[in-house]
């Protein structure tokens, strides 16, 4: 989380696009996404909790609260967001970007389980 916070405070859309669940990366608005890094005054970041939830692959949850300021003022966002590892690369399961996948399907983070055995319980 940390590291994806940073990649927000200096502009780096690429390592935020790369650090999503490759299944989701071609339905990410990188327009907006730069929008919003080049536009803001990044503040802080509070990690407040880190759930490893282990298994195969791992899955973690992190909770955290990210303050910047903007044109329309200061902000704060607390969020509970889900990982998973896979390859021994960490990714951002984004919540907002769906995914095509039915229960029964081969899960779209590439474990090769079922989706509702693997990461479906994570995207809530």
């Keep these: ?7 927000y405070v200096l502009g780096l859309i690429d390592y935020l696009v790369d650090t999503t669940l490759p299944a989701q990366k071609s339905s990410l608005d990188r327009q907006s996404i730069n929008a919003w890094s ?14 490893v939830l282990g298994g195969k ?19 704060s966002h ?3 967001s889900a990982f998973v590892q896979n390859q ?8 907002t970007v769906p995914l095509k996948a039915g229960r029964n399907d081969a899960c779209p983070c590439g474990s090769e389980q079922k989706f509702k055995k693997c990461c479906a319980g994570y995207l809530k």
Aim: no cysteine; charged share 25%.
């Design 78 to 80: 607390r969020e509970r």
């Design 88 to 95: 021994g690369h960490w990714y951002f399961i984004d919540p």
């Design 38 to 51: 080049a536009q803001s005054t990044w503040l802080g970041l509070d990690v407040e909790n880190v759930e």
């Design 57 to 75: 692959p791992e899955h973690s949850f992190v909770t955290f609260v990210a303050r910047w300021h903007d044109g329309e003022g200061e902000h």
């Design 1 to 7: 989380m940390r590291s994806r916070y940073s990649a």
